[in-house]
C-alpha cells in the first residue's frame, strides 16, 4: 500500500525560528513529490520535485528530494505569522492517473 | 496556473438530500479531480473526472454515492446524495496542468464546506 508520511504532525515555533517538516513516502511508480500549503480551505502549490539534490528555492522557502532515501524536506527560515497553515506533502504516481496520494499534513503555528 | 471556480462555497444540509457541486476552469484540461477532505484529515481522491466516459473511482467510493459529470474539458460536477453526517467534509477538485518550466501541477479549487445534519 502506498504511504506517504510527514512530521512533525504539529509544531509551534516563534517568529524568526527556521523550521523543517519532513515527508517519507513508500510508494510503488513514483513520478513526484508536491509540497502545499493550506491556510483555510484550498491548498497552494509550493514546490514540485522530481530529482535528487536539487534545492527548489522560493523566498524564504526552500525543498530539496532524496530519491534514495525517500524522503523530502520543507524549509521555512525567519518564519512570519503569515506562515501559519497547514503544510501539506503529497506524491503523485504514474499509474494512477496522476493523482495526488497525500500525508496528513504538518500543522505550522507561527506566534509573535 | 489555472483559475478555478467551485461553488457553493458552502452549504448546510439534511440528511437524506442531495448536494451538487460545481467546478468550473477557465482553461480546457485534461485531469481533473474531485478530492474530499474530513474534519482534522488530509485530502483523500474520490474520482478521476474523465470527458465523455464515466469517472474513475477509487476504493471506497462509489458512483451511487458520488456521481460526477464531465460534459467538457472546463467543467464537472460531483453530487453528493443521500447525505448523512459522516458526509460532512470539503470537497476540492483539482486540475492538472502542464508545460514548462514546471511540469505537471495539480490546482485546487477554494473547496466547498459541507455540513450535513
Known amino acids: 500500500e502506498d504511504k506517504v508520511v510527514q512530521s512533525p504532525l504539529s509544531l509551534v515555533v516563534h517568529e524568526g525560528d527556521t523550521v523543517t517538516l519532513n515527508c517519507s513516502y513508500e510508494?510503488?511508480?513514483?513520478?513526484?513529490l508536491l509540497w502545499y500549503k493550506q491556510e483555510k480551505k484550498a491548498p497552494t502549490f509550493l514546490f514540485m520535485l522530481?530529482?535528487?539534490?536539487i534545492e527548489k528555492k522560493s523566498g524564504r522557502l526552500s525543498s530539496i528530494l532524496d530519491k534514495k532515501e525517500l524522503f523530502s524536506i520543507l524549509n521555512i527560515t525567519a518564519t512570519q505569522t503569515g506562515d501559519s497553515a497547514v503544510y501539506l506533502c503529497?506524491?503523485?504516481?504514474?499509474?494512477?492517473?496522476?493523482?495526488?496520494?497525500f500525508g496528513k499534513g504538518t500543522s505550522l503555528l507561527v506566534t509573535p | 496556473s489555472a483559475v478555478i471556480s467551485q461553488k457553493p462555497s458552502r452549504d448546510i444540509c439534511q440528511r437524506g438530500t442531495s448536494l451538487t457541486i460545481q467546478c468550473q476552469v477557465d482553461?480546457?484540461?485534461?485531469?481533473m479531480f474531485w478530492y474530499r477532505q474530513q474534519p482534522g484529515q488530509s485530502l483523500t481522491l474520490i474520482a478521476t473526472?474523465?470527458?465523455?466516459?464515466?469517472?474513475?473511482?477509487e476504493s471506497g467510493f462509489v458512483i451511487d454515492k458520488f456521481p460526477i459529470s464531465r460534459p467538457n474539458l472546463t467543467f464537472s460536477t460531483l453530487t453528493v446524495s443521500n447525505m448523512s453526517p459522516e458526509d460532512s467534509s470539503i470537497y476540492l477538485c483539482?486540475?492538472?496542468?502542464?508545460?514548462?518550466?514546471?511540469?505537471?501541477?495539480?490546482?485546487f479549487g477554494a473547496g466547498t464546506r459541507l455540513s450535513v445534519l
Open positions: 483539482s486540475v492538472e496542468v502542464g508545460g514548462p518550466p514546471l511540469g505537471n501541477i495539480q490546482y
Open positions: 510508494v510503488t511508480n513514483f513520478r513526484s
Open positions: 522530481t530529482s535528487s539534490g
Open positions: 503529497a506524491v503523485e504516481l504514474s499509474n494512477s492517473g496522476y493523482a495526488l496520494n
Open positions: 482553461s480546457q484540461v485534461t485531469m
Open positions: 473526472a474523465n470527458q465523455g466516459s464515466e469517472a474513475t473511482y
